[in-house]
Nanobody
C-alpha cells in the first residue's frame, strides 16, 4: 500500500487540525491504518488505528479524548482529527498500513509507511 499523509502545519495551542492519509495500491478494505508520531529526540509513538473493513478503531490510552481516527473507504482515506492541541503534540505524524488481523500497536507490525507530515503547536 502506498500512503500519502497531509494536513500538517502550524497551529496555536488549543487549536485543531485534521490530518489525512490517502492510500493506494493494495485493496484498502483489507488493511489496518495506524497513526504514529515522532517528536525530536523521542521514539515513534503509537496514537491509534482503524480497521478499514468495518472502520473499528483502537487508541493508545494516553491519546484517548483529543484524537479521533475515522475513515472513508470510498476515498481510500483515513483521517486523524486532533483537538485541544498542546505544544507537546509537536511532532512528525505518520500513517502506516498493516495486514495483521490482530490490531497492531507497534511500529514493527506495520509494513508500509507514508512520508510523514509535520505538526507544530505554538504556545
Amino acid at each position: 500500500v502506498q500512503l500519502q499523509a497531509s494536513g500538517g502545519g502550524l497551529v496555536q495551542a488549543g487549536g485543531s487540525l485534521r490530518l489525512s492519509c490517502a492510500a493506494s495500491g493494495r485493496t484498502f478494505s483489507s488493511v489496518v491504518v495506524g497513526w504514529f508520531r515522532q517528536a525530536p529526540g523521542k521514539e515513534r509513538e503509537f496514537i491509534g488505528a482503524i480497521r478499514s473493513s468495518g472502520l473499528s478503531t483502537y487508541y493508545e490510552d494516553s491519546m484517548k479524548g483529543r484524537f479521533t481516527i475515522s475513515g472513508d473507504n470510498a476515498k481510500n482515506t483515513v483521517y486523524l482529527q486532533m483537538n485541544s492541541l498542546k505544544p507537546e503534540d509537536t511532532a512528525v505524524y505518520y500513517c502506516a498500513a498493516s495486514a495483521k488481523r490482530i490490531m497492531p500497536t507497534r511500529y514493527y507490525e506495520y509494513d508500509d509507511w507514508g512520508q510523514g507530515t509535520l505538526v507544530t503547536v505554538s504556545s
